[in-house]
């Protein structure tokens, strides 16, 4: 059980176009999703966390206008970055928290800007 | 602001060998949960072990197993009877419990599993 889907697995795209990636938690009801990034050999940077029908509390430095987070149910959230460019591309990872408290992670999504 | 800290980057062990990965945190905070995952070549983290900071009792699974010392704030994995598929990146995490629940990872520890 507490599986988490990404789709798309990876993407390319042109500078200046939209995103989206998909975030689903496929077997239980997430109360909370997590978006990370995470750069070549190095950790998981915390970039919003996000209620179900409520707005995203994004961490301090992220642009919320560029990476825009909708949580529309308790098992979908979607992550948009909107008019990307090359220093966006990186590894994108969500993650969904029951009120069990553990995180079950997505596979993640790679993301190249050309 | 809590801080998790690996000051290992990379380790190595023999296959069945036993290797310990270490993590120390930094909070003020007196409940809490910590926790370690692995992120194979695959990058999919995957969850290796579980310690509630109320409980005195170190958590295991099967080969993995913590030494939580809660008043030096530390938290290392032991992992014991190592497999080739042991071989991964080791995040330690710290979770303030709250509204958020969010997650403070380490830097990471590439263990390297050699046959």
């Known amino acids: 059980g507490a599986v988490v889907s990404q789709h798309p697995s990876r993407v390319i795209c042109k500078s200046g176009t939209s995103v989206k990636i998909e975030c689903r938690s496929l077997d239980f009801q997430a109360t909370t999703m997590f978006w990370y990034r995470q750069f070549p050999k190095k950790s998981l940077m915390l970039m919003a966390t996000s209620n179900e029908g409520s707005k995203a509390t994004y961490e301090q430095g992220v642009e919320k206008d560029k990476f825009l987070i909708n949580h529309a149910s308790l098992t979908l959230s979607t992550l948009t970055v909107t008019s990307a460019h090359p220093e966006d591309s990186s590894f994108y990872i969500c993650?969904?928290?029951?009120?069990?408290?553990?995180?079950?992670f997505g596979p993640g999504t790679r993301l190249t800007v050309l | 602001a809590q801080t998790v800290t690996q000051s290992q980057p990379e380790m190595s062990v023999q296959e069945a060998e036993t290797v310990t990965l270490s993590c120390t945190y930094d909070?003020?905070?007196?409940?809490?949960?910590l926790f370690w995952y692995k992120q194979p070549p695959s990058r999919q983290m995957i969850l290796v072990i579980r310690q509630e900071a109320y409980k005195q009792q170190n958590a295991t699974e099967n080969r993995f197993s913590v030494n939580f010392q809660k008043a030096a704030k530390s938290f290392s994995l032991k992992i014991s009877d190592s497999q080739l598929g042991d071989t991964a990146m080791y995040f330690c995490?710290?979770?303030?419990?709250?509204?958020?629940?969010?997650?403070?990872f380490g830097s990471g520890t590439k263990l390297n599993v050699k046959p």
């Open positions: 995490a710290f979770m303030k419990l709250d509204n958020f629940n969010k997650f403070y």
């Open positions: 909070t003020s905070e007196n409940n809490y949960y």
């Open positions: 993650s969904a928290s029951t009120s069990g408290r553990v995180q079950f």
